[in-house]
């Protein structure tokens, strides 16, 4: 029998590989996804580079678990407040909302630009190892759906996938929001305080899903409209 890693081996592995998820994100909200070089992660973590890919085995590798490892912090948080919905007979559509919104936003708190910024960057990145991560990571959202079905038994399945996709849109922001949201507004508005962003964003939310059902709009009999100066005599 093999003998067993002592504790303080294991939380040593354990300490040495959070250490470079954590120098990883901070070079890729500094300098780009696509530009994070493995050399530079080693140099940042005061390891080799044979350490980095005996923990990861390749960049890759490397960017897929800390887009996992990010990602699955807010994942405890979203999976206790669908646990909490599952168990009411008619749960709330504004409490639905939040379940989904919610957890991303503590990225937005004080001390946590380096993750909202790699969330960002990650959301448009178009490096397949992010891209399929979070494709596949949408599928966590089919309770939000089944939910928001109970709620909502009105509007189809496809109405309903259509307003959610673009309420998590709404989630997709980055600190330069704020500055634009004031630039916007002439300075009267600030997106700098995460509880008045999520509230806001919820309440837009919820009248969207409380609109009537979408109904395509109906084709003109005149055939499409002509562009504007179409037709005319030119010089």
Request: hydrophobic content about 40%; glycine content about 6%; some cysteine.
């Amino acid at each position: 029998m093999a003998p067993r890693p002592r504790k303080d081996s294991v939380a040593g592995k354990r300490n040495t590989a959070e250490a470079i998820l954590e120098a990883a994100e901070c070079l890729c909200a500094t300098h780009g996804i696509e530009a994070m070089s493995v050399r530079d992660l080693a140099a940042a973590v005061g390891v080799t580079l044979p350490v980095i890919y005996h923990h990861f085995g390749s960049r890759a590798n490397l960017i897929r678990a800390l887009v996992i490892h990010r990602f699955s912090e807010v994942g405890v948080e979203y999976g206790q407040l669908v646990s909490m919905l599952e168990a009411q007979k008619s749960p709330a559509v504004r409490d639905i909302i939040r379940a989904a919104l919610q957890p991303v936003n503590q990225w937005r708190k004080p001390g946590r630009e380096t993750s909202l910024q790699f969330y960002a960057l990650a959301l448009v990145s178009p490096s397949p190892e992010v891209r399929d991560t979070l494709d596949s990571g949408v599928r966590g959202y089919h309770p939000i759906v089944t939910l928001l079905q109970r709620a909502l038994p009105h509007l189809a399945y496809e109405d309903i996938c259509w307003r959610l996709y673009l309420t998590l849109k709404l989630s997709h922001q980055n600190e330069r929001d704020a500055t634009r949201l004031a630039v916007l507004s002439k300075g009267k508005c600030s997106g700098s305080d995460p509880e008045e962003a999520l509230e806001r964003t919820i309440d837009f939310a919820e009248a969207a899903f409380r609109a009537p059902p979408w109904r395509p709009p109906r084709k003109s009999v005149d055939g499409p409209a002509r562009r504007v100066g179409a037709g005319r005599n030119r010089a």
